[in-house]
């Protein structure tokens, strides 16, 4: 598994953006693809997971509503969609993958892509 997110950058309160993760090693069949973020001076915070074979979502409570996860697994990727941002959801944002079905915390997540700066202006 190696994966690769992208698709970050500056953009005003109230805007949208999304986030990409591509798994270049394999597909993410069977795995659950969670999205998390870490703002300077914090602990890495859990934001979502698309979970295994039938794809369905999990969301953190700050993020419930407004962001949303999803797969394309003909393009091995899987996206954040990101809507009504704050700025309080500047962070680095990393994608990664678990075996384990409910997997939310980062200790559950075996593989890591690279993260993307997200910085939502106000």
């Known amino acids: 598994v190696q994966l690769q997110a992208s698709g970050g950058g500056l953009v005003q309160a109230g805007g949208s953006l999304t986030l990409s993760c591509v798994d270049s090693g394999r597909t993410f069949t069977g795995l659950t693809v969670g999205w998390f973020r870490q703002a300077p001076g914090k602990e890495r915070e859990f934001v979502g997971s698309?979970?295994?074979?039938?794809?369905?979502?999990y969301y953190a409570d700050s993020v419930k509503g407004r962001f949303a996860i999803s797969r394309d697994s003909a393009k091995n990727t899987v996206y954040l969609q990101m809507h009504s941002l704050e700025p309080e959801d500047t962070a680095v944002y990393y994608c990664a993958a678990a075996s384990y079905y409910y997997a939310i915390r980062p200790n559950e997540y075996a593989y890591w892509g690279q993260g993307t700066q997200v910085t939502v202006s106000s």
């Open positions: 698309i979970r295994g074979n039938r794809g369905s979502t």
